[in-house]
């Protein structure tokens, strides 16, 4: 008996786990192509088999050319870039304010484009075309008064006026202006509830009503791809209705997901030194990290108090088998909400390049992720970055849709030169 032969394709789509019916959707084909791909009957166009690598995330995407292209707001160092990249995206524009973080996002990425500075200078018809918009803006409280009594006192509405002066606006006008096909916003998790419903609110009534984007949103805990509680939202929207949903999107077990020896310092030689972070033949971490007397007393008598007082502020001290607390942008300060336990001696924050690998920006096979700038700046850098692997699973869970939206947009394009030149 003749064995079929299992195909490139076959394997591919077996590991996205995308039905045919969807498949064929998605790629705009019937469901007969479909299954001829999969038997080997017909090839695939070369250009459909690199998205297909793409989503099922094997082989690179380096050697392609880009699948999409996307813009880069509040980028900080890169991590939303680093995770649409690794999915064939290409960035054409990047918005940064902070002159620390420029360099360190300029130190890793080959930009080979704009690096602008306050996304409020910008216009939004001096950026070059992109499919994608990426942003983590930060959260802001909008200004609420009603719509009917704006317009009967002649007055602008809208996100016009609602969220003039806040970063969101800037957001709101660029996918106003240039209608790119989908976008992904990253904020905290408590963007739900800030300013009592009003921020949130205002948010999806001009994404949804105002703007017409159909858009999902979901909060996701890093926890199942890094040793760290990191519960983050994320607002994803497209211009057509294409299906997207966060409902199908595979999530790790948080219960199953690493442990903090997995990004600390082995300090026994099997890693190479890398001042100021480690140091000696053995790669030990540097004294510098590890708290002083003082400021270990300080930490414990106020944790003291507090649970005196029935509250739950204090410190928080971890060993290799434990998941850490969030990150934040304030770790500089004291280090106490991830203090690492030492034997005999007092506890230490962790290095900036255990923050980068709990940030997911470092990972095995890869080189590290260039750390320019001080210990202070890298640990807000890290605080108020995104865990890189959590956005690359959404990236790839979005990917089949952005490129059906592109198909979509590509079509209508060409119908309507049809038009034009029919008409002439």
């Known amino acids: 008996m003749?064995?079929?032969?299992?195909?490139?394709?076959?394997?591919l789509r077996e590991r996205t786990g995308i039905p045919v019916k969807k498949l064929a959707q998605l790629f705009g084909k019937s469901e007969r192509t479909i299954y001829r791909w999969e038997r080997g009957e017909t090839r695939p166009d070369p250009k459909i088999m690199a998205e297909m690598?793409?989503?099922?995330?094997v082989g690179s995407t380096s050697n392609i050319s880009p699948l999409f292209r996307f813009i880069d707001l509040f980028a900080g160092i890169g991590g939303l870039r680093r995770a649409f990249e690794s999915v064939g995206g290409k960035c054409v524009f990047t918005s940064e304010w902070d002159s620390a973080c420029r360099k360190?996002?300029?130190a890793n990425f080959n930009c080979d484009h704009e690096v602008a500075g306050d996304i409020r200078d910008v216009d939004p018809d001096s950026v070059p075309d992109f499919d994608v918009l990426l942003a983590g803006f930060p959260c802001q409280p909008f200004s609420i008064a009603g719509v009917s009594k704006k317009k009967s006192l002649g007055m602008p509405h809208g996100f016009h006026?609602?969220?003039?002066g806040t970063l969101f606006f800037d957001v709101a006008h660029m996918l106003e202006r240039r209608r790119p096909v989908a976008f992904l916003l990253e904020n905290v998790k408590n963007l739900v509830s800030h300013d009592k419903g009003r921020t949130f609110r205002i948010i999806m009534r001009t994404l949804v009503e105002e703007l017409g984007y159909?858009?999902?949103?979901r909060i996701i805990d890093a926890r199942g791809w890094v040793p760290q509680h990191r519960e983050r939202i994320f607002i994803v929207g497209f211009r057509e209705d294409v299906g997207f949903s966060f409902d199908d999107?595979?999530?790790?077990?948080?219960r199953e997901g690493p442990r903090l020896g997995?990004?600390?310092?082995?300090?026994?030689g099997s890693e190479p030194a890398e001042p100021p972070y480690t140091i000696g033949a053995q790669a030990k971490v540097a004294e510098k990290y590890t708290l002083s007397d003082r400021l270990w007393e300080y930490l414990q008598k106020y944790a003291e108090k507090h649970r005196a007082r029935g509250n739950g502020f204090g410190y928080g001290l971890f060993g290799p088998d434990d998941v850490a607390r969030t990150l934040s942008a304030?770790?500089?300060?004291d280090g106490s909400e991830i203090l690492i336990r030492q034997e005999g001696k007092n506890p230490r924050r962790l290095t900036p390049r255990e923050c980068a690998r709990l940030m997911g920006f470092d990972s095995p096979g890869k080189e590290p992720f260039k750390i320019p700038v001080s210990d202070t700046q890298a640990y807000k850098q890290f605080g108020n970055s995104v865990v890189v692997p959590v956005v690359e699973a959404v990236a790839r869970h979005m990917l089949p849709y952005i490129l059906q939206a592109k198909r979509r947009q590509e079509k209508a394009r060409q119908l309507h030169l049809f038009e034009v030149a029919e008409r002439a």
């Open 53 to 57: 690598r793409a989503i099922a995330g």
């Open 262 to 268: 997995s990004i600390l310092h082995p300090e026994d």
């Open 330 to 333: 304030r770790y500089y300060k």
């Open 214 to 217: 159909h858009v999902e949103y």
């Open 104 to 106: 360190t996002y300029q």
């Open 161 to 164: 006026c609602d969220t003039q």
């Open 2 to 11: 003749k064995m079929s032969r299992v195909t490139e394709f076959a394997q």
């Open 249 to 254: 999107m595979d999530i790790p077990d948080p």
